[in-house]
């Protein structure tokens, strides 16, 4: 998996330029959808892939923990040079997930342990505690 893995599965993409707009239409739809929404502003700034696994993922398992948010609930603006990427919370951790190469079992518990500690280890993305 890659950030063009991840960036296939963005529900929408548009100019950099007209973020503030957009995420006010993308927030503003997802909570007439369902009820509750959480946005997620990613700056990428020509980090590699591995940022998101390691910094981001759990940055925002931690955060959607404090704000009492399922993935569903969440959506994340990913700014990847002049091009903003609207990507489901649901999205971005399957295909966190699977690059990882983790099963749904062995990521729903490093998952649990980003929710409590906001930090990637190596005993969490494997697994072990």
Excluded at 20 to 28: A, C, E, F, P, S
Excluded at 83 to 95: A, S
């Amino acid at each position: 998996m890659s950030l063009d893995d991840l960036i296939d599965t963005a529900f929408r993409r548009a100019p950099a330029v007209e973020a503030n707009r957009l995420i006010h239409d993308v927030r503003r739809a997802m909570l007439d959808e369902q009820g509750q929404v959480v946005n997620y502003e990613v700056v990428l700034m020509g980090r590699p892939f591995s940022f998101l696994q390691q910094e981001v993922a759990p940055r925002l398992a931690l955060f959607l923990h404090d704000k009492r948010a399922a993935p569903r609930m969440a959506f994340i603006s990913l700014f990847v040079d002049a091009t903003l990427y609207f990507i489901r919370g649901d999205d971005f951790f399957r295909v966190i997930r699977e690059s990882l190469s983790l099963d749904p079992a062995a990521f729903r518990v490093v998952y649990q342990q980003w929710q409590k500690t906001g930090r990637s280890s190596a005993g969490a993305l494997t697994g072990v505690s």
